[in-house]
């Protein structure tokens, strides 16, 4: 008898224990927790890299991390490149569409939006990026889409990122959707393609402030807060996802074409990874 | 006998004449693809389905096939077994990729 009590307390203890343990079937998972950690050691990853630069300062690139650069390009900002764009970007902004409205009707804030994009539609399941939001207004009132990569497309980008200077990168990663398309970007980010066999993290992570040739890589954190870029190389303005494109050809990996989803999740991820900086776009690069 | 002799020559000469004139038999239309070609174009395919197609490798295979278009066999196998290389790494290296890229995540 006493051995029959003793047993059944000890299953009854063992079950109490299990239950107290196990974690119920429909719990929610903190998806911004888990990207939060994310972010967390990425940007503990620059830091401890460049322990002298300060975290605000990784929205300049390249710049933050070399002086000689830095003042070349203080001196280029003194009359940027893109003055011109940006005041093209205004006028096509506030340009009446057939119907009467313009850009400018879809945006709020008068167009201040930088900060709002890119961000998970929990409604289609994707994301949206600022020129997607540009052009899907463009269609929506009738009107031809801009062609992705540059020209008009990142005129508007570049006026709205002008006025939008000093936001706080802050996306929200706030569903198993969302979670999903971060981790598509995420593997993006990380993986190696290509006949070189190279991701992004290996140049922008691991050879960042190092030499490449004669050009010196630019940290990935901060990478997406000050596009659009009036390139040298390109001797215009340009969008990310043209600077994507770019980066894919030059690793000999077939590039995906401008807002496609791989490009949109990428930004996303990047994106997040920047979480606390500021946008300071549009900007000029070598 | 001069007669018979020009008689002759002209029953050799009339079927070389015209063969000459005659218009010449249709040449068979050059080859736009072979099976190393197809070979190594559904290789691409696959690495691009994968995401990881490289940069040249379609651009190797239009080589391939305008090779083989001007009746150069041997460059156009060349290139078509280049290509199929190409695609055949850019799948192993999707596949190694997909799950194998958290090892890529530098450490701190």
């Excluded at chain 1, 289609?124 to 009107?143: D, F, H, Q, W």
């Amino acid at each position: 008898m006493k051995k029959t009590i003793q047993r059944g307390l000890f299953t009854g203890a063992l079950v109490l224990m299990t239950a107290m343990t196990a974690k119920p079937a429909n719990a929610a998972v903190n998806y911004q927790a888990l990207v939060d950690a994310d972010v967390k050691k990425f940007q503990g990853f620059f830091r401890k890299e460049f322990p002298d630069v300060k975290l605000e300062d990784f929205g300049n690139g390249v710049y933050a991390l070399d002086e000689d650069a830095r003042k070349q390009w203080k001196e280029m900002e003194e009359f940027p490149p893109y003055e011109l764009d940006v005041e093209a970007g205004k006028a096509l902004f506030n340009k009446p569409f057939a119907n009467g409205k313009s850009l400018a009707s879809c945006f709020p804030n008068g167009g201040a939006v930088r900060g709002m994009y890119p961000y998970f539609d929990e409604k289609r399941k994707e994301v949206v990026t600022l020129e997607m939001a540009i052009n899907e207004c463009r269609v929506a009132n009738g009107e031809k889409p801009y062609a992705w990569k540059k020209g008009d497309i990142a005129r508007v980008s570049a006026y709205i990122a002008s006025i939008s200077r000093g936001q706080k990168v802050d996306v929200k990663v706030k569903s198993k959707a969302a979670y999903d398309a971060y981790m598509k970007g995420k593997e993006m980010f990380y993986a190696k393609r290509g006949q070189l066999n190279m991701s992004c993290s290996g140049c922008h992570m691991e050879y960042a402030g190092r030499h490449l040739r004669a050009e010196i890589m630019s940290p990935a954190l901060g990478h997406t807060t000050h596009f659009p870029v009036f390139r040298s190389k390109w001797g215009e303005i340009g969008t990310l996802h043209r600077r994507y494109a770019g980066c894919n050809e030059n690793i000999g990996a077939k590039p995906f074409p401008a807002q496609s989803k791989e490009y949109r999740d990428l930004e996303f991820f990047q994106t997040v990874m920047s979480n606390g900086l500021k946008y300071n776009g549009p900007a000029s690069r070598k | 006998m001069k007669k018979v002799l020009s008689l002759l020559s002209m029953l050799v000469l009339t079927p070389s004449a015209s063969l000459l004139l005659a218009e010449p038999a249709p040449a068979a239309p050059a080859a736009s693809s072979s099976p190393l070609i197809e070979q190594a174009e559904a290789a691409r395919k696959e690495a691009d389905a994968l995401g990881y197609e490289w940069r040249d490798t379609a651009k190797i295979l239009d080589s391939a096939r305008e090779a083989l278009q001007r009746g150069d066999q041997a460059e156009s196998d060349k290139l078509a077994s280049k290509a199929l290389f190409q695609a055949r790494a850019g799948k192993a290296q999707g596949l190694y990729m997909a799950k194998n890229w958290k090892m890529m995540i530098p450490k701190n």
